[in-house]
């Protein structure tokens, strides 16, 4: 097995992610830290609680991060995923409660407490939390196996912006940061993500299991399309942060290089975007795995065997 932390803003799809990784006995998921993004740090934390409930897996403990970007002011979607971040299920109020330590004093504590290099940060959100806990504890970025992130657009462009994809821009400077660290990144950019479409038959097979998991991913997805299907015109939604949990369990399902990632801080028009130099024009060293393309029927195919191994 694998020891991971997630850091997350959940939102619909950071919650499919987290769900089919706490049904894989592949993951050993340590916890899971929470991040101000898709909408305020107290709905991300609560909505984590009802994740790690719903999947009866309340062993795994929910730390709250950072409640706003290191130097910005929080930029929220609430047009994407509603008002709560997770409507579409009806999902019981958490009967748990979050552990006292910051999400990132959680991440340093738990990385350092670990053999180096067996813990992976697997990553749905702004980097806010990795950055500070980067920036508090220089040792951890030796200390661990990786990160694998949702984030960053280049063939795809932007989806926040022309140019920048929503987790990069809403703290381009905690990206930039993470990037520069010389921890091994993977990214799953739009660029994949905008290849994995929930169509109506791939929301229904998750219905059709019959379980509560799988009823609450097909409302949840079925929730996210209708604001994904008007902006794109696709028969389907792309499901971004599932990825991060798909490329840990199973990396054959993508392709990609590595490449030189720099971050856009400065400029207010293309601010957040990922300069990805995928041709290897700049010479700049390479400091990210960037991952391309997938088969989105082995992605869903796995996403759906494992939301049906859940309550
Ligand atoms: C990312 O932004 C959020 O809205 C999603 O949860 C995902 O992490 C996609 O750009
Ligand atoms: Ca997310």
């Known amino acids: 097995t694998r020891a991971v932390i997630f850091d997350t803003d959940p939102g619909q799809d950071d919650a499919v992610a987290i769900l089919a990784a706490l049904a894989s006995p592949e993951l050993d998921v340590l916890g899971i830290s929470t991040v101000a993004g898709n909408i305020p740090l107290d709905l991300t934390t609560k909505n984590a609680l009802k994740l790690v409930e719903l999947a009866g897996r309340t062993d795994v403990p929910v730390h709250a991060g950072c409640d706003r970007p290191l130097g910005r002011a929080?930029?929220?979607?609430?047009?994407?995923?509603?008002?709560?971040?997770?409507?579409?299920?009806?999902?019981?109020?958490?009967?748990?409660?979050?552990?006292?330590?910051?999400?990132?004093?959680?991440?340093?504590?738990?990385?350092?407490?670990?053999?180096?290099?067996?813990?992976?940060?697997?990553?749905?959100?702004?980097?806010?939390?990795?950055?500070?806990?980067?920036?508090?504890?220089?040792?951890?970025?030796?200390r661990l196996g990786g990160l694998v992130m949702m984030g960053g657009g280049c063939f795809e462009g932007g989806n926040i912006t022309p140019a920048a994809e929503f987790n990069v821009y809403v703290d381009p400077e905690a990206a930039a940061m993470v990037f520069r660290s010389g921890v091994p990144v993977t990214v799953l950019p739009l660029d994949v993500t905008h290849q994995m479409l929930s169509t109506p038959e791939r929301i229904d097979a998750f219905r059709a299991l019959g379980n509560k998991a799988g009823a609450a991913v097909a409302a949840m997805l079925s929730f996210s399309e209708r604001f994904d299907v008007a902006k794109y015109g696709s028969a389907g939604a792309p499901l971004h942060d599932p990825c991060v949990?798909?490329?840990?369990?199973?990396?054959?399902?993508?392709?990609?290089?590595?490449?030189?990632?720099?971050?856009?801080?400065?400029s207010p028009l293309t601010?957040?975007?990922?300069?990805?130099?995928y041709w290897g024009v700049s010479g700049r060293p390479k400091n990210?795995?960037?991952?391309?393309?997938?088969?989105?029927?082995?992605?869903?195919?796995?996403?759906?065997?494992?939301?049906?191994?859940?309550?």
Not at 121 to 142: E, Q, R, S, Y
Not at 288 to 311: N, Q
């Open 74 to 142: 929080l930029v929220t979607a609430e047009h994407v995923h509603g008002e709560t971040g997770l409507d579409g299920p009806d999902l019981p109020e958490p009967a748990t409660k979050p552990g006292a330590a910051h999400g990132a004093d959680f991440i340093i504590e738990t990385v350092r407490a670990r053999e180096t290099g067996t813990v992976t940060l697997l990553t749905l959100g702004p980097l806010t939390n990795v950055a500070l806990a980067f920036a508090k504890a220089p040792d951890i970025v030796k």
């Open 245 to 266: 949990t798909a490329f840990a369990l199973e990396p054959g399902i993508f392709q990609g290089r590595p490449v030189n990632v720099e971050v856009e801080t400065g």
């Open 271 to 277: 601010r957040g975007m990922t300069v990805t130099d």
């Open 288 to 311: 990210a795995f960037w991952v391309r393309s997938g088969d989105s029927d082995r992605f869903f195919a796995l996403l759906t065997e494992r939301i049906g191994r859940l309550p």
